[in-house]
């Protein structure tokens, strides 16, 4: 009889701690893991992981699954990139607690900030809950391939206690605040991780308008962290910005207040914007001086630019808005793309390039493709400033949009272009770097499940193994620190001390990687939502297998069909050695 459930022999173990790698067997035993090192014991089913690398899975703190949990079985694209663990409730945006009356508001707040289409939230969405606790109820039912937490979003909280007036941005009285707090209160007894909030003036809409939540005042944003301080530490996530050209940020000082008073882990985007590529470090550097004071805060970063993609099949594509490309949209993209390739329609389509967009409609940004890539099958994510389009169209003497044009017609019409909006103002990943490498701040911001037609960096942490520990030119981090990064540390700051790492009495959680053979495959539109809507997905090879609790869920980048995950109620803590 086998000693084991599962034992994984002979593999190159990143154990989440940072530190050095070792050779070893990894046993485990009721989804736990019981023994590492040489194991002598059988197991039911074994995995020979001889050249291969043995990770903890991933851990995700900054996803937005939110409603395509109630609809999937499959958190992807996360889970086609290791990760086993994901934290939804981001950005102060979610469905609960949520009224009859206001469940149109919250997929308009949701189709606006994270880019879902509102008709496959409303037919996807089964609206089996009202509050909090009754949607915690209901996405327990849902067996999944990772492990999901909640936190609970500002701007359903707001809505449901001050109704229209939320809607307004009415400043709160005192017993808004107080209700907001109950509330609050309420999803941390059932099992929620945190808070979010929303501070981001871009963040609107799908009608356009500002945030119920962008305005709230120092003293809600008090109220609600205090409610939570009888609860211990959890996450208080605020997806700020900061403005330091008239003296120091006084949003990031409201953000230490915050923290210091309430005993909570404050969290906030780290990112550097082009017309402020410093302001990163000085906002980096008051983050660790009020770490120093005890101050529980770190800046969430991501690892490498957050990509803005363009495409033919995409809700961005630079030629939207031109009446000679509008007429053929509605043909199939081989077809359309045929008919773009003829001279007479290629140049009608660049003629009315300069055209203006209706803003409600088009976002400005979508003609700007001079800063723009060809992302190609093998996608590169710090592509050299010489394959920039604006540098290629004057080498050729030709627009930037006729180099766009061009470039979107390669695939037969299916190619994508590559927008790096934030984090590569000096056309490198040095700023990256020095952000990873700082105590001071944590893994996020990969935002899987939103943005789903326009953005697709839920492939994050194949790209960070691949690229800074294997692929960099120039100074890259080791693989211990790699892994550690996107398990130990994650899991740590997110409340998932229970796993992340690969010691006894951990969960079993775990990759097997063929590290040398890991690659990104290109983004793609997949039209698999409800009511055939269209999202970006992006899988990998060179994941042998992932596994959750102790079950393989994927093998050979496969899917097995195996659905262990399931809700996380509550933040964990470490096992006792």
């Known amino acids: 009889m086998s000693e084991y459930d599962l034992v994984i022999r002979g593999g190159t173990v990143a154990d989440g701690t940072g530190a050095d790698l070792f050779e070893g067997d990894v046993a485990v035993r009721g989804g736990k893991i019981v023994a590492t090192g040489a194991v002598s014991g059988s197991g ?30 499959q958190f992807s694209p996360s889970t086609n990139h290791g990760v086993t663990s994901v934290l939804m409730g981001n950005c102060g945006v979610g469905f609960a607690p949520c009224r009859p009356d206001m469940r149109e508001q919250m997929i308009d707040v949701m189709e606006g900030v994270e880019d879902i289409p509102g008709i496959v939230m409303a037919e996807g969405l089964p609206w089996n809950w009202e509050s909090f606790p009754e949607y915690m109820d209901a996405i327990e039912q849902r067996h999944m391939d990772a492990d999901f937490a909640v936190a609970v979003p500002h701007i359903p909280v707001r809505v449901h206690v001050m109704g229209q007036r939320a809607i307004e941005r009415e400043p709160a009285t005192g017993t808004d605040m107080q209700a907001m707090g109950a509330i609050v209160r309420e999803g941390l007894e059932a099992g929620a991780f945190g808070f979010s909030t929303t501070r981001v003036i871009g963040h609107r809409t799908a009608s356009g308008d500002q945030l119920p939540v962008t305005t709230a005042s120092e003293d809600e944003l008090l109220t609600i962290a205090m409610a939570m301080k009888p609860f211990g530490r959890h996450l208080f ?17 409201m953000l230490s207040r915050v923290a210091e008073a309430s005993g909570q882990t404050v969290t906030f985007p780290l990112l550097q914007y082009n017309e402020a590529p410093d302001r990163w470090r000085e906002i980096a550097d008051a983050c660790a001086a009020s770490r120093a004071q005890g101050i529980d805060i770190y800046g969430q970063v991501v690892g490498r630019p957050v990509g803005v993609l363009f495409g033919h099949q995409l809700s961005l594509s630079p030629f939207r808005g031109c009446p000679t490309y509008e007429a053929i949209e509605h043909l199939p993209i081989a077809a359309r793309a045929r008919e773009m390739r003829k001279p007479e329609v290629k140049a009608a389509i660049l003629s009315e390039m300069g055209l203006p967009l209706d803003p409600k409609t088009y976002p400005a940004f979508m003609r700007e493709v001079s800063q723009c890539y060809a992302m190609g099958e093998n996608p590169d994510y710090a592509p050299p400033e010489s394959a920039r389009f604006d540098i290629i169209a004057a080498q050729r003497g030709c627009s930037v949009h006729e180099v766009a044009y061009d470039a979107l017609l390669e695939e037969d019409g299916q190619a994508i272009l590559y927008f790096p909006a934030r ?4 056309y490198n990943l040095d700023v990256v770097h020095h952000m990873l490498r700082r105590e001071d701040t944590v893994l996020g911001l990969g935002d899987g499940g939103a943005h ?3 953005i697709c960096d839920g492939s994050m ?9 294997r692929d960099r030119v120039g100074e890259r981090l080791s693989i211990p620190e790699a892994v550690r990064l996107m398990t ?8 998932f001390g229970d796993r992340g790492i690969i010691a006894p009495g951990y969960k079993a959680d775990l990759n097997v990687i063929d590290y040398d053979r890991l690659r990104l495959a290109p983004p793609r539109a997949s039209f698999d939502l409800p009511a055939g809507g269209r999202r970006l997905t992006q899988g990998a090879s060179g994941y042998a297998a992932t596994i959750l609790s102790g079950v393989v869920t994927a093998r050979d980048d496969t899917p097995t069909g195996a659905l262990p995950g399931r ?11």
């Not at 984090?423 to 000096?426: E, I, K, L, Q, S």
């Not at 809700?567 to 050695?577: H, K, N, T």
């Open 423 to 426: 984090n590569y103002t000096h």
């Open 461 to 469: 942490q194949t790209f960070l193994l691949t690229y800074w520990t």
């Open 237 to 253: 996530m605020s997806a700020s910005e900061f403005d330091t050209g008239n003296g120091f940020s006084s949003e990031f000082r």
């Open 488 to 495: 130990g540390h994650t899991a740590h700051v997110g409340g």
């Open 44 to 73: 039911r089913e074994e995995i020979d992981a001889r050249g291969k690398l043995v990770t903890p899975g991933f851990v995700d703190i900054h996803t937005h699954y939110d409603a395509q949990v109630a609809w999937d079985t």
């Open 567 to 577: 809700l996380v109620r509550g933040r964990r803590s470490a096992p006792v050695a």
């Open 452 to 454: 789903v037609d326009a």
